[in-house]
Protein backbone atom coordinates (compact mmCIF):
# COMPACT_ATOMS: atom_id res chain seq x y z
CA UNK A 1 0.00 0.00 0.00
CA UNK A 2 1.29 2.84 -1.24
CA UNK A 3 0.02 5.45 1.79
CA UNK A 4 1.74 2.98 3.91
CA UNK A 5 5.16 3.77 2.64
CA UNK A 6 4.45 7.37 2.41
CA UNK A 7 3.41 7.50 6.36
CA UNK A 8 5.94 5.32 6.94
CA UNK A 9 8.46 7.92 5.52
CA UNK A 10 7.14 10.89 7.02
CA UNK A 11 7.46 9.20 10.63
CA UNK A 12 11.31 8.57 10.13
CA UNK A 13 11.52 12.43 8.04
CA UNK A 14 9.80 13.29 11.82
CA UNK A 15 12.29 11.69 14.13
CA UNK A 16 15.28 13.20 12.49
CA UNK A 17 13.61 16.64 12.14
CA UNK A 18 11.13 16.82 15.04
CA UNK A 19 12.71 14.08 17.79
CA UNK A 20 10.99 15.97 20.86
CA UNK A 21 7.60 15.95 19.54
CA UNK A 22 4.51 14.03 19.08
CA UNK A 23 2.83 14.17 16.24
CA UNK A 24 -0.75 12.54 14.68
CA UNK A 25 -0.92 11.62 11.25
CA UNK A 26 -3.63 12.48 9.06
CA UNK A 27 -5.45 12.76 5.17
CA UNK A 28 -4.56 15.96 4.56
CA UNK A 29 -6.30 18.67 1.86
CA UNK A 30 -4.16 18.21 -1.58
CA UNK A 31 -4.45 21.73 -2.12
CA UNK A 32 -1.27 22.49 0.44
CA UNK A 33 0.89 21.08 -2.93
CA UNK A 34 -0.56 23.28 -5.32
CA UNK A 35 1.56 26.05 -6.57
CA UNK A 36 -0.68 28.43 -6.81
CA UNK A 37 -1.55 28.23 -3.61
CA UNK A 38 2.44 27.84 -2.45
CA UNK A 39 3.35 31.48 -4.61
CA UNK A 40 -0.03 33.40 -3.59
CA UNK A 41 0.32 31.90 0.65
CA UNK A 42 3.37 33.91 1.33
CA UNK A 43 5.18 32.97 4.41
CA UNK A 44 4.77 35.87 7.30
CA UNK A 45 0.50 35.09 6.93
CA UNK A 46 -0.95 35.32 9.76
CA UNK A 47 -2.86 32.37 10.31
CA UNK A 48 -5.58 31.63 13.60
CA UNK A 49 -4.83 34.43 16.90
CA UNK A 50 -1.11 34.56 16.78
CA UNK A 51 -0.10 31.92 14.90
CA UNK A 52 1.63 32.39 11.34
CA UNK A 53 2.82 30.56 8.08
CA UNK A 54 6.79 30.92 7.73
CA UNK A 55 7.55 29.24 4.70
CA UNK A 56 8.26 25.61 3.17
CA UNK A 57 11.14 23.19 1.88
CA UNK A 58 10.72 20.99 -0.95
CA UNK A 59 11.68 17.33 0.76
CA UNK A 60 12.80 14.69 -1.12
CA UNK A 61 10.34 11.30 -1.31
CA UNK A 62 11.40 8.19 -2.97
CA UNK A 63 7.69 6.68 -3.12
CA UNK A 64 6.78 10.27 -4.90
CA UNK A 65 7.58 11.17 -8.05
CA UNK A 66 7.14 14.82 -8.18
CA UNK A 67 4.79 15.97 -11.30
CA UNK A 68 2.93 19.14 -11.51
CA UNK A 69 -0.06 19.50 -13.94
CA UNK A 70 -0.44 23.23 -15.55
CA UNK A 71 -2.35 26.31 -16.79
CA UNK A 72 -3.24 29.24 -17.66
CA UNK A 73 -3.17 32.30 -15.29
CA UNK A 74 -3.58 35.59 -17.29
CA UNK A 75 -1.66 35.19 -20.14
CA UNK A 76 1.13 33.16 -18.90
CA UNK A 77 1.62 29.60 -18.29
CA UNK A 78 1.51 28.29 -14.48
CA UNK A 79 2.25 24.99 -13.26
CA UNK A 80 -0.77 24.09 -11.03
CA UNK A 81 -1.87 21.03 -8.84
CA UNK A 82 1.39 19.18 -7.77
CA UNK A 83 2.63 15.49 -6.10
CA UNK A 84 5.82 16.07 -3.88
CA UNK A 85 6.69 15.88 -0.39
CA UNK A 86 7.06 19.17 1.78
CA UNK A 87 7.91 20.67 5.48
CA UNK A 88 6.02 23.48 6.46
CA UNK A 89 6.84 25.66 9.19
CA UNK A 90 4.81 27.90 11.35
CA UNK A 91 4.71 29.53 14.32
CA UNK A 92 2.38 28.90 16.67
CA UNK A 93 -0.22 31.70 19.12
CA UNK A 94 3.12 31.62 21.80
CA UNK A 95 5.67 32.18 19.33
CA UNK A 96 7.36 28.27 19.26
CA UNK A 97 8.45 27.61 16.24
CA UNK A 98 6.69 23.59 14.78
CA UNK A 99 6.71 22.29 11.28
CA UNK A 100 4.25 19.60 9.44
CA UNK A 101 5.99 17.12 7.26
CA UNK A 102 3.25 16.85 4.27
CA UNK A 103 3.56 14.36 1.08
CA UNK A 104 1.21 14.36 -1.85
CA UNK A 105 0.85 12.34 -4.55
CA UNK A 106 -1.51 10.00 -7.02
CA UNK A 107 -2.42 6.50 -5.89
CA UNK A 108 -3.17 4.40 -8.45
CA UNK A 109 -1.97 5.02 -12.44
CA UNK A 110 -5.02 6.70 -13.03
CA UNK A 111 -3.84 10.07 -12.06
CA UNK A 112 -7.31 11.44 -10.94
CA UNK A 113 -6.99 12.73 -7.35
CA UNK A 114 -4.50 13.80 -5.71
CA UNK A 115 -3.95 12.40 -2.31
CA UNK A 116 -2.50 13.90 0.71
CA UNK A 117 -1.35 12.83 4.23
CA UNK A 118 0.69 15.23 7.28
CA UNK A 119 1.76 14.73 10.11
CA UNK A 120 1.14 17.53 12.59
CA UNK A 121 1.74 18.20 16.04
CA UNK A 122 -1.50 17.16 17.91
CA UNK A 123 -2.13 20.33 19.53
CA UNK A 124 -1.26 22.49 16.44
CA UNK A 125 -4.36 21.40 14.66
CA UNK A 126 -6.26 24.08 14.52
CA UNK A 127 -2.69 26.25 12.74
CA UNK A 128 -3.05 23.61 10.36
CA UNK A 129 -6.45 23.44 9.47
CA UNK A 130 -6.48 27.37 8.98
CA UNK A 131 -3.72 27.11 6.25
CA UNK A 132 -4.60 24.29 4.49
CA UNK A 133 -8.35 26.38 4.61
CA UNK A 134 -6.64 29.70 3.08
CA UNK A 135 -4.92 27.38 0.68
CA UNK A 136 -7.80 26.14 -1.20
CA UNK A 137 -9.19 29.16 -1.01
CA UNK A 138 -6.43 30.46 -2.93
CA UNK A 139 -6.77 27.40 -5.26
CA UNK A 140 -10.44 27.37 -5.73
CA UNK A 141 -12.62 30.27 -5.74
CA UNK A 142 -14.67 30.85 -3.52
CA UNK A 143 -18.48 31.25 -3.87
CA UNK A 144 -20.43 33.46 -1.62
CA UNK A 145 -23.61 34.92 -2.22
CA UNK A 146 -21.96 38.58 -2.64
CA UNK A 147 -22.49 38.33 -6.68
CA UNK A 148 -25.11 36.60 -8.79
CA UNK A 149 -22.73 36.64 -11.82
CA UNK A 150 -19.28 34.95 -12.31
CA UNK A 151 -17.51 35.80 -15.12
CA UNK A 152 -14.44 33.86 -16.01
CA UNK A 153 -12.40 35.08 -18.97
CA UNK A 154 -13.21 38.99 -19.33
CA UNK A 155 -14.89 41.59 -17.81
CA UNK A 156 -18.36 42.19 -16.32
CA UNK A 157 -18.78 44.19 -19.93
CA UNK A 158 -18.79 40.34 -21.18
CA UNK A 159 -21.77 39.92 -19.93
CA UNK A 160 -24.92 41.49 -18.57
CA UNK A 161 -28.11 39.54 -17.63
CA UNK A 162 -30.83 42.14 -17.62
CA UNK A 163 -32.10 41.43 -21.07
CA UNK A 164 -36.05 40.46 -20.51
CA UNK A 165 -37.64 37.68 -21.46
CA UNK A 166 -40.44 39.19 -23.16
CA UNK A 167 -37.77 41.19 -25.24
CA UNK A 168 -36.10 38.30 -27.07
CA UNK A 169 -38.24 37.63 -30.59
CA UNK A 170 -38.71 33.85 -31.22
CA UNK A 171 -40.94 31.77 -31.12
CA UNK A 172 -43.58 31.41 -28.06
CA UNK A 173 -42.99 27.43 -27.97
CA UNK A 174 -39.53 27.71 -28.24
CA UNK A 175 -38.83 29.98 -25.30
CA UNK A 176 -41.30 28.15 -23.34
CA UNK A 177 -39.48 24.82 -23.72
CA UNK A 178 -36.39 25.87 -22.56
CA UNK A 179 -37.65 28.11 -19.81
CA UNK A 180 -39.87 24.69 -18.94
CA UNK A 181 -36.60 22.42 -18.94
CA UNK A 182 -34.36 24.74 -16.62
CA UNK A 183 -37.54 24.77 -14.00
CA UNK A 184 -38.11 21.40 -14.45
CA UNK A 185 -34.78 20.84 -13.76
CA UNK A 186 -34.14 22.69 -10.73
CA UNK A 187 -37.64 21.64 -9.00
CA UNK A 188 -37.92 18.27 -9.79
CA UNK A 189 -34.51 16.90 -11.69
CA UNK A 190 -31.63 18.07 -9.29
CA UNK A 191 -33.57 15.64 -6.90
CA UNK A 192 -34.34 12.30 -9.53
CA UNK A 193 -30.44 12.90 -10.60
CA UNK A 194 -29.15 12.84 -7.17
CA UNK A 195 -31.56 9.39 -6.60
CA UNK A 196 -29.69 7.89 -9.45
CA UNK A 197 -26.74 8.98 -7.69
CA UNK A 198 -25.91 11.23 -10.69
CA UNK A 199 -23.61 14.18 -10.27
CA UNK A 200 -26.82 16.66 -10.68
CA UNK A 201 -25.45 18.04 -14.30
CA UNK A 202 -27.79 18.83 -17.44
CA UNK A 203 -26.53 20.19 -20.42
CA UNK A 204 -28.12 22.07 -23.00
CA UNK A 205 -27.10 23.52 -26.34
CA UNK A 206 -28.20 26.48 -28.14
CA UNK A 207 -27.30 26.12 -32.12
CA UNK A 208 -27.68 28.47 -34.41
CA UNK A 209 -26.32 30.60 -36.84
CA UNK A 210 -24.71 34.25 -35.67
CA UNK A 211 -27.08 36.67 -34.42
CA UNK A 212 -30.25 34.76 -34.14
CA UNK A 213 -30.03 35.37 -30.39
CA UNK A 214 -28.18 33.12 -28.69
CA UNK A 215 -25.95 35.44 -26.03
CA UNK A 216 -29.57 37.13 -25.80
CA UNK A 217 -31.45 34.21 -24.87
CA UNK A 218 -28.73 33.35 -22.17
CA UNK A 219 -28.62 36.64 -20.78
CA UNK A 220 -32.30 36.23 -20.64
CA UNK A 221 -32.55 33.37 -19.07
CA UNK A 222 -29.75 34.60 -16.43
CA UNK A 223 -31.90 37.02 -15.33
CA UNK A 224 -34.87 34.36 -14.18
CA UNK A 225 -32.37 32.19 -12.92
CA UNK A 226 -30.84 34.87 -10.53
CA UNK A 227 -34.73 35.26 -9.41
CA UNK A 228 -34.88 32.19 -8.89
CA UNK A 229 -31.95 31.77 -6.49
CA UNK A 230 -29.28 30.81 -9.08
CA UNK A 231 -26.14 31.96 -9.14
CA UNK A 232 -24.68 32.54 -12.29
CA UNK A 233 -21.01 31.79 -13.82
CA UNK A 234 -20.42 32.78 -17.21
CA UNK A 235 -17.20 31.31 -18.82
CA UNK A 236 -15.78 33.31 -22.14
CA UNK A 237 -13.39 32.36 -24.76
CA UNK A 238 -13.60 35.80 -26.44
CA UNK A 239 -10.75 37.86 -24.16
CA UNK A 240 -7.22 37.63 -24.47
CA UNK A 241 -6.51 34.29 -23.03
CA UNK A 242 -9.05 32.18 -25.70
CA UNK A 243 -11.12 29.48 -25.05
CA UNK A 244 -8.29 27.13 -22.79
CA UNK A 245 -9.65 24.32 -21.14
CA UNK A 246 -8.52 26.05 -18.16
CA UNK A 247 -11.19 28.27 -18.14
CA UNK A 248 -13.74 25.21 -18.21
CA UNK A 249 -12.30 24.04 -15.14
CA UNK A 250 -12.19 26.78 -13.12
CA UNK A 251 -16.13 27.45 -14.05
CA UNK A 252 -16.34 23.91 -12.95
CA UNK A 253 -14.57 24.28 -9.34
CA UNK A 254 -16.70 27.59 -8.99
CA UNK A 255 -19.49 25.68 -9.42
CA UNK A 256 -19.10 22.96 -7.27
CA UNK A 257 -18.03 25.30 -4.60
CA UNK A 258 -21.58 27.30 -5.33
CA UNK A 259 -23.88 26.52 -2.10
CA UNK A 260 -26.33 27.68 -4.48
CA UNK A 261 -27.83 26.09 -7.61
CA UNK A 262 -25.76 27.34 -10.78
CA UNK A 263 -26.53 28.46 -14.45
CA UNK A 264 -23.35 27.63 -16.25
CA UNK A 265 -22.99 29.48 -19.46
CA UNK A 266 -20.45 28.49 -22.29
CA UNK A 267 -20.54 30.81 -25.15
CA UNK A 268 -19.22 29.22 -28.17
CA UNK A 269 -18.33 25.70 -26.82
CA UNK A 270 -17.29 24.56 -30.44
CA UNK A 271 -13.76 26.67 -29.86
CA UNK A 272 -12.91 24.41 -26.92
CA UNK A 273 -13.24 21.45 -28.76
CA UNK A 274 -9.64 21.61 -30.35
CA UNK A 275 -6.40 19.73 -29.62
CA UNK A 276 -5.74 18.24 -26.49
CA UNK A 277 -8.57 20.10 -24.56
CA UNK A 278 -11.61 18.32 -26.58
CA UNK A 279 -10.65 14.90 -24.61
CA UNK A 280 -10.84 16.97 -21.11
CA UNK A 281 -13.86 18.75 -22.12
CA UNK A 282 -15.51 15.33 -23.28
CA UNK A 283 -15.05 14.16 -19.99
CA UNK A 284 -17.01 16.81 -18.45
CA UNK A 285 -19.86 16.06 -20.30
CA UNK A 286 -19.36 12.37 -20.02
CA UNK A 287 -19.64 12.95 -16.28
CA UNK A 288 -16.28 11.68 -15.19
CA UNK A 289 -15.21 15.15 -14.27
CA UNK A 290 -18.36 16.73 -14.05
CA UNK A 291 -19.58 19.31 -11.20
CA UNK A 292 -21.07 17.77 -8.20
CA UNK A 293 -23.03 20.81 -6.92
CA UNK A 294 -25.93 18.92 -4.69
CA UNK A 295 -28.26 22.15 -5.26
CA UNK A 296 -27.66 21.53 -9.36
CA UNK A 297 -26.04 22.88 -12.27
CA UNK A 298 -27.52 23.51 -15.68
CA UNK A 299 -25.39 24.22 -18.76
CA UNK A 300 -26.26 26.69 -21.56
CA UNK A 301 -23.69 26.09 -23.95
CA UNK A 302 -24.01 28.00 -27.68
CA UNK A 303 -22.30 27.67 -30.96
CA UNK A 304 -22.46 29.42 -34.13
CA UNK A 305 -20.50 26.64 -35.71
CA UNK A 306 -22.64 23.65 -34.95
CA UNK A 307 -20.30 21.63 -37.82
CA UNK A 308 -17.62 21.55 -35.26
CA UNK A 309 -19.19 19.73 -32.29
CA UNK A 310 -18.88 16.24 -33.67
CA UNK A 311 -21.28 13.45 -33.85
CA UNK A 312 -19.54 11.81 -30.66
CA UNK A 313 -21.32 14.49 -29.10
CA UNK A 314 -24.39 15.34 -31.02
CA UNK A 315 -25.14 11.49 -31.15
CA UNK A 316 -23.97 9.89 -28.11
CA UNK A 317 -26.84 10.19 -25.29
CA UNK A 318 -25.80 11.95 -22.43
CA UNK A 319 -23.39 13.98 -23.78
CA UNK A 320 -25.78 17.01 -24.32
CA UNK A 321 -29.40 16.62 -22.97
CA UNK A 322 -30.81 18.44 -25.18
CA UNK A 323 -29.88 20.86 -28.14
CA UNK A 324 -32.17 23.64 -28.97
CA UNK A 325 -32.21 25.15 -32.81
CA UNK A 326 -32.09 29.41 -32.22
CA UNK A 327 -33.23 29.71 -35.64
CA UNK A 328 -33.68 33.34 -38.00
CA UNK A 329 -36.71 34.80 -38.33
CA UNK A 330 -39.30 31.87 -39.66
CA UNK A 331 -42.02 34.39 -41.02
CA UNK A 332 -43.04 37.62 -41.74
CA UNK A 333 -45.33 37.59 -38.36
CA UNK A 334 -42.21 37.38 -36.71
CA UNK A 335 -39.91 39.44 -38.97
CA UNK A 336 -42.95 42.75 -38.17
CA UNK A 337 -42.28 42.19 -34.51
CA UNK A 338 -38.52 42.16 -34.76
CA UNK A 339 -38.96 45.41 -36.90
CA UNK A 340 -41.38 47.35 -34.86
CA UNK A 341 -39.27 45.96 -31.92
CA UNK A 342 -35.96 47.59 -33.47
CA UNK A 343 -37.66 50.93 -35.21
CA UNK A 344 -39.72 51.67 -31.67
CA UNK A 345 -41.22 54.80 -32.21
CA UNK A 346 -39.81 55.17 -35.64
CA UNK A 347 -42.76 52.93 -36.98
CA UNK A 348 -44.35 53.40 -39.43
CA UNK A 349 -47.35 51.66 -41.30
CA UNK A 350 -45.62 51.66 -44.85
CA UNK A 351 -42.27 49.84 -43.35
CA UNK A 352 -44.41 46.95 -43.16
CA UNK A 353 -43.21 46.88 -47.18
CA UNK A 354 -39.91 45.83 -46.45
CA UNK A 355 -41.20 43.05 -43.93
CA UNK A 356 -40.90 39.95 -46.82
CA UNK A 357 -36.87 40.91 -47.20
CA UNK A 358 -36.59 39.74 -43.56
CA UNK A 359 -37.59 36.93 -43.56
CA UNK A 360 -34.67 33.79 -43.02
CA UNK A 361 -32.01 36.71 -41.35
CA UNK A 362 -31.28 36.45 -38.12
CA UNK A 363 -32.37 39.22 -35.33
CA UNK A 364 -29.41 40.96 -35.58
CA UNK A 365 -29.97 41.70 -39.36
CA UNK A 366 -32.93 43.41 -38.35
CA UNK A 367 -31.63 45.41 -35.40
CA UNK A 368 -28.99 46.85 -37.95
CA UNK A 369 -31.52 47.53 -40.71
CA UNK A 370 -33.48 49.44 -38.18
CA UNK A 371 -30.40 51.24 -36.95
CA UNK A 372 -28.94 51.76 -40.17
CA UNK A 373 -31.96 53.80 -41.54
CA UNK A 374 -32.40 55.88 -38.59
CA UNK A 375 -29.05 56.85 -39.32
CA UNK A 376 -29.89 57.74 -42.89
CA UNK A 377 -32.78 60.00 -41.56
CA UNK A 378 -30.96 61.51 -38.91
CA UNK A 379 -27.84 62.23 -41.31
CA UNK A 380 -30.67 64.17 -43.74
CA UNK A 381 -32.45 65.80 -41.18
CA UNK A 382 -35.24 63.97 -41.25
CA UNK A 383 -37.60 63.46 -38.44
CA UNK A 384 -39.35 60.08 -39.73
CA UNK A 385 -37.78 57.03 -41.10
CA UNK A 386 -39.07 56.92 -44.42
CA UNK A 387 -39.92 53.76 -46.00
CA UNK A 388 -37.27 54.85 -49.20
CA UNK A 389 -34.40 54.59 -46.53
CA UNK A 390 -35.57 51.42 -44.80
CA UNK A 391 -35.53 50.05 -47.98
CA UNK A 392 -31.94 51.41 -48.93
CA UNK A 393 -31.18 50.28 -45.55
CA UNK A 394 -31.58 46.29 -46.06
CA UNK A 395 -30.25 46.13 -49.89
CA UNK A 396 -26.91 47.71 -48.72
CA UNK A 397 -27.12 45.34 -45.32
CA UNK A 398 -27.80 42.60 -47.88
CA UNK A 399 -25.42 43.28 -50.04
CA UNK A 400 -22.93 43.69 -47.11
CA UNK A 401 -23.75 40.34 -45.59
CA UNK A 402 -23.71 38.22 -49.16
CA UNK A 403 -19.84 39.93 -50.15
CA UNK A 404 -18.79 39.13 -46.58
CA UNK A 405 -19.49 35.98 -46.59
CA UNK A 406 -17.98 35.18 -49.90
CA UNK A 407 -15.13 37.05 -49.02
CA UNK A 408 -14.47 36.55 -45.28
CA UNK A 409 -15.68 33.03 -45.10
CA UNK A 410 -15.92 30.62 -47.89
CA UNK A 411 -15.19 27.64 -45.96
CA UNK A 412 -18.08 28.06 -43.74
CA UNK A 413 -21.30 26.93 -44.87
CA UNK A 414 -23.15 28.69 -42.28
CA UNK A 415 -23.34 32.25 -42.74
CA UNK A 416 -26.78 35.26 -42.56
CA UNK A 417 -28.61 33.41 -45.05
CA UNK A 418 -30.54 35.38 -47.71
CA UNK A 419 -34.39 35.78 -47.75
CA UNK A 420 -34.32 33.76 -51.24
CA UNK A 421 -32.55 30.50 -49.51
CA UNK A 422 -34.65 27.41 -48.98
CA UNK A 423 -36.41 28.11 -45.79
CA UNK A 424 -35.87 24.58 -44.83
CA UNK A 425 -32.31 24.69 -44.63
CA UNK A 426 -31.93 27.92 -43.13
CA UNK A 427 -34.09 27.22 -40.07
CA UNK A 428 -32.49 23.77 -39.58
CA UNK A 429 -29.13 23.56 -41.63
CA UNK A 430 -27.58 20.94 -39.12
CA UNK A 431 -29.61 18.65 -40.05
CA UNK A 432 -30.23 17.54 -36.32
CA UNK A 433 -33.22 16.89 -34.57
CA UNK A 434 -34.78 20.84 -33.76
CA UNK A 435 -36.26 20.12 -29.67
CA UNK A 436 -38.49 23.26 -31.12
CA UNK A 437 -39.94 21.10 -33.72
CA UNK A 438 -40.99 18.18 -31.65
N1 LIG B 1 -34.29 36.74 -31.44
C1 LIG B 1 -33.94 38.00 -31.20
N2 LIG B 1 -34.79 38.87 -30.60
C2 LIG B 1 -34.45 40.14 -30.40
N3 LIG B 1 -33.25 40.66 -30.73
C3 LIG B 1 -32.35 39.88 -31.32
C4 LIG B 1 -32.65 38.51 -31.60
N4 LIG B 1 -31.60 37.96 -32.20
C5 LIG B 1 -30.65 38.91 -32.26
N5 LIG B 1 -31.10 40.08 -31.76
C6 LIG B 1 -30.33 41.32 -31.67
O1 LIG B 1 -29.04 41.08 -32.20
C7 LIG B 1 -28.04 41.19 -31.20
C8 LIG B 1 -27.01 40.12 -31.37
O2 LIG B 1 -27.56 38.85 -31.10
P1 LIG B 1 -26.79 37.76 -30.22
O3 LIG B 1 -27.66 37.36 -29.08
O4 LIG B 1 -25.44 38.25 -29.88
O5 LIG B 1 -26.70 36.59 -31.28
P2 LIG B 1 -25.88 35.23 -31.21
O6 LIG B 1 -25.37 35.05 -29.83
O7 LIG B 1 -26.90 34.20 -31.59
O8 LIG B 1 -24.82 35.35 -32.23
C9 LIG B 1 -28.78 41.10 -29.89
O9 LIG B 1 -28.11 41.79 -28.87
C10 LIG B 1 -30.11 41.74 -30.25
O10 LIG B 1 -30.01 43.14 -30.22
MG1 LIG C 1 -23.36 34.94 -29.23
Known amino acids: ?21 NSVTIWASAECANRLAQTQVRP ?32 KMVLTSSAGAFAFRFTDDSGEPFEVIYACTYFGDDAQDLTAIALVPEDKLDTWAAFEFMCARTVRPRIRRRRDVYIIGGTDAFFDPTVEWDDVILSEELKTKLLDDMEAFFTKGVDLYRQLKLPPFRKLLLAGVPGTGKTMLCAAMAKLAIKRGCVVVYVSGADRDGASFEKIQRALQAVTAARYPVLLIVEELDAYLQGDDKARVLNVLDGIESPNNPKGALMLATTNYPEAIDERITKRPGRLDRIFIIPPIHDEAQAELMLRHYMADQWQDDHQKVIARLVDQPGAFVREVALHARMLAAHEHCADV ?30 MVSSSSKKSSSRNPFGWKDESED
Open 44 to 75: GRKLRRKSRYDGFETLDCPVIVPISDYGTRGK
Open 1 to 21: MLYQQLVQWAQEVWNTRCPDQ
Open 386 to 415: SLDMLEKSVTSLLKQVHSESDFLNPRRPIS
